[in-house]
């Protein structure tokens, strides 16, 4: 048996928000002989914080909580599944200075990391309709994905059905409509690693198929943003000479979609998430 | 014409306006303050091929507008010079519009919103930077006495301390037995990037469009020569030209931040040298300030800047 003192880790933080996607982290890592070390999003900048080193152009980062130090390796795995505002400072800039920490160990962490945050990586950085303009159509003239049609203030009156963007309404104030032409059923794409796999949302009565270039608009999404797990929301959509045939409307970060199919039992689902995490947990690829 | 947006009476602003002015550019100004009042951006992006002309809009004044096609570049000091303005919700909407528009148009941006927050975080920028070839300095971020005294004294003299995030701070340079003594029992060490001190001479190089490097060295004994006057000292500001593979690396740490407007903070070892990974790259400032060493050094940024946003697409 592996001494445990010398086992990598699988570090979490936030994991009590997904209990079934923890569960089998826990299980692919138990299998892996990764050691587990969970980082409630309470404690995450708290009680537990980061620290980073750059010697000789090398980068150590690490983890200072109840447990003591704890150094993150290239051989231990990182996955942040969600964070949430620091606590308040005693100042706005010690606030600046604690956020700011926090990100340098998001970038810079050596370890193996299940999308990485950080100020480099887009996906933590923009808008979600942003990157849906910027990153599709994809360049390739046989992409099948599309972004919504986009319109940034008073909606149009164009006899379209308009929907207002939630989270820049939330957050900014600014007003940003969508519209989809002549939308099918509301579906789920579930992009996890290198797979890909489609959910209704509404009834049908036949499960949707994926088709393949589909699958390959999606990989080529999630590699784009920089996801390695990356759930959009889609419809089947536009008009009959359009070229693409699909149109992504929202973007996932946070494994949301895959803890409800967890949680009603899907074979494929779980079957999915497991392959990507023995691999991932196996693999020393993404180690910086 | 170049789009320029930002408070009329910031300094950067004024100055690069003066400059477009006196150069008879033809150029479109929205004043900060009037965003979300007398002026509005207008923006569609349709379904359809990516590329230049899916993004359409204007630029609403009360009785006018400017259609985007006719904006070959965009310059944006939004957010720079202290401007008090009350934050209504339409405010509000347009400032996120123009952070919008400095993300989605088409053709030149200096800077792109999400490509200036790399500067929020130093070491974030470092991963860059040691990417672009160049070196950073030993540092350590954190908030932990356990970390900082074995790093201090490992250290060649005693470290510099200066923020982590883009906060301005006054850097300095400290002994690890001060720090220790200045602490407050009890309490954990705020957070804090030290580093060792680099010996070499400060030079500034601001690389525009990922292509043209404009460099001025800045010879003072101050440990920081933006502010030499703190420490009773003089900063003599000179052009100056890097050595191909630095200025290479250079370019290369900007298309890699996606910054079209880059002030990068470089040393020059003593004795000089052209390979990259001698120079230590302390930051990317990702808004500079670069009028100070446009008049001091003689460089023509704001040219360069300028033709750089006249350049239209494809061009």
């Known amino acids: ?288 | 014409m170049i789009l320029v947006m930002g408070p009329v009476d910031e300094l950067l602003t004024a100055f690069f306006l003066k400059h477009l002015t006196d150069t008879k550019r033809e150029y479109l100004f929205v004043d900060e303050r009037h965003l979300g009042s007398e002026v509005r951006l207008e923006l569609d992006l349709p379904q359809g091929p990516s590329g230049p002309g899916r993004l359409r809009g204007a630029v609403r004044f009360p009785t006018w507008r400017v259609g985007l096609e006719e904006i070959s570049g965009i310059y944006s000091r939004l957010g720079t010079g202290n401007v008090e303005q009350q934050r209504t919700p339409e405010v509000r909407a347009e400032q996120a519009h123009a952070a919008a528009l400095l993300d989605l148009f088409p053709g030149p941006v200096a800077n792109r919103a999400t490509a200036m927050l790399s500067n929020g975080s130093k070491p974030c920028q470092y991963a860059a930077i040691l990417a672009a070839g160049l070196r950073v300095p030993d540092t350590l971020v954190g908030s932990t006495w356990e970390r900082w005294e074995p790093f201090a004294k490992a250290l060649d003299g005693d470290p510099v301390i200066k923020s982590v995030s883009d906060e301005r701070s006054l850097v300095k340079q400290v002994s690890w037995e001060a720090t220790r003594a200045s602490a407050r029992p009890g309490q954990p060490l705020a957070p804090h990037q030290f580093q060792q001190r680099i010996q070499g001479t400060n030079i500034r190089a601001h690389v525009v469009g990922a292509r043209h490097v404009l460099a001025c060295r800045a010879e003072t004994q101050a440990l920081d020569y933006r502010h030499p006057d703190l420490t009773g000292h003089t900063v003599n500001l000179c052009a100056t030209e890097l050595p191909e593979p630095v200025a290479e690396a250079c370019r290369r740490l900007s298309r890699a931040l996606g910054v079209d407007l880059a002030g990068i903070d470089l040393i020059e070892p003593p004795g000089g040298s052209s390979r990259p990974e001698d120079w230590v790259c302390l930051e990317v400032n990702t808004c500079p300030g670069f009028m100070w060493f446009e008049q001091h050094a003689g460089l023509p940024i704001a040219r360069v800047l300028a033709d750089f946003l006249s350049t239209s697409l494809g061009s």
Request: charged letters at 25%; glycine letters at 6%.
């Open chain 1, 1 to 288: 048996m592996q001494n445990p003192a010398c086992m990598p880790h699988l570090v979490l933080v936030g994991p009590e928000s997904f209990p079934f996607v923890r569960d089998v982290l826990r299980a692919e890592a138990w299998r892996a002989g990764l050691r587990v070390v969970e980082v409630s999003m309470r404690d995450w900048g708290s009680s537990v914080t980061p620290w980073v080193e750059v010697v000789g152009g090398r980068f150590r980062a690490g983890l200072l909580g109840p447990w003591g130090d704890l150094e993150l390796r290239p051989e231990d795995v990182f996955w942040c599944i969600a964070e949430g505002p620091l606590p308040p400072a005693e100042s706005d800039y010690l606030d600046s200075e604690h956020e700011a920490l926090r990100e340098a160990f998001h970038t810079c962490c050596p370890a193996r990391v299940i999308n990485r945050r950080g100020l480099l990586q887009p996906l933590w950085t923009t808008a979600m309709w942003r990157m849906l303009a910027q990153k599709l159509p994809s360049p390739e003239t046989d992409s099948v994905l599309a972004p919504p049609h986009f319109h940034l203030g008073a909606p149009p009156e164009d006899g379209q059905r308009w929907t207002r963007w939630p989270e820049e309404a939330e957050t900014s104030m600014g007003q940003v409509w969508w519209t989809v032409p002549e939308p099918g059923p509301l579906r789920q794409a579930l992009v996890v690693g290198s797979h890909v796999t489609l959910w209704p949302l509404e009834f049908e009565e036949e499960p949707p198929t994926l088709p393949l270039a589909l699958e390959r608009d999606l990989t080529r999404l999630a590699t784009a943003c920089g996801a390695d797990v990356l759930e959009v929301l889609l419809v089947p959509s536009g008009t009959p000479d359009a070229s693409a045939r699909w149109t992504a409307i929202q973007l996932g970060t946070s494994p949301e979609g895959l803890e409800r199919l967890l949680a009603q039992e899907e074979t494929v689902a779980l079957a999915q998430v497991e392959r990507f995490l023995r691999e991932r947990l196996a693999s020393q690829e993404d180690a910086r």
